[in-house]
Nanobody
Framework: QVQLVESGGGLVQPGGSLRLSCAASGIIFSRYVMGWYRQAPGKQRDKVAE???????NYADSVKGRFTISRDNAKNTVYLQMNSLKPEDTAVYYCNAATSFSRYWGQGTQVTVSS
């Protein structure tokens, strides 16, 4: 049974920071491209960042220079460090694990940036 469990969301003021974590089980973690997506109310789910099994990283233009994705294959965990948060970063953030043959989603964690 595959599980992706996100944590670390919450309420933060503009300019603040949060660190999201996603712990995976039931998959061979090191073989998967791990990604973070987000979905704001009334909008589509968009990719925020992803990291391949080889460590190649890409970011959405809107978060470049502010967010950092990393993975720890020994802990089956992927992280998203979010700095200089803006109100427009408010969304439910989802963890994703993907290969050419399968894709799994976490349940999501709410991030709210507001004063």
């Amino acid at each position: 049974q595959v599980q992706l469990v996100e944590s670390g969301g919450g309420l933060v003021q503009p300019g603040g920071s949060l660190r999201l974590s996603c712990a995976a089980s039931g998959i061979i973690f090191s073989r998967y491209v791990m990604g973070w997506y987000r979905q704001a109310p009334g909008k589509q789910r968009d990719k925020v960042a992803e990291i391949t099994s080889g460590g190649r990283i890409n970011y959405a233009d809107s978060v470049k220079g502010r967010f950092t994705i990393s993975r720890d294959n020994a802990k089956n965990t992927v992280y998203l460090q979010m700095n200089s948060l803006k109100p427009e970063d408010t969304a439910v953030y989802y963890c994703n694990a993907a290969t050419s043959f399968s894709r799994y989603w976490g349940q999501g964690t709410q991030v709210t940036v507001s004063s």
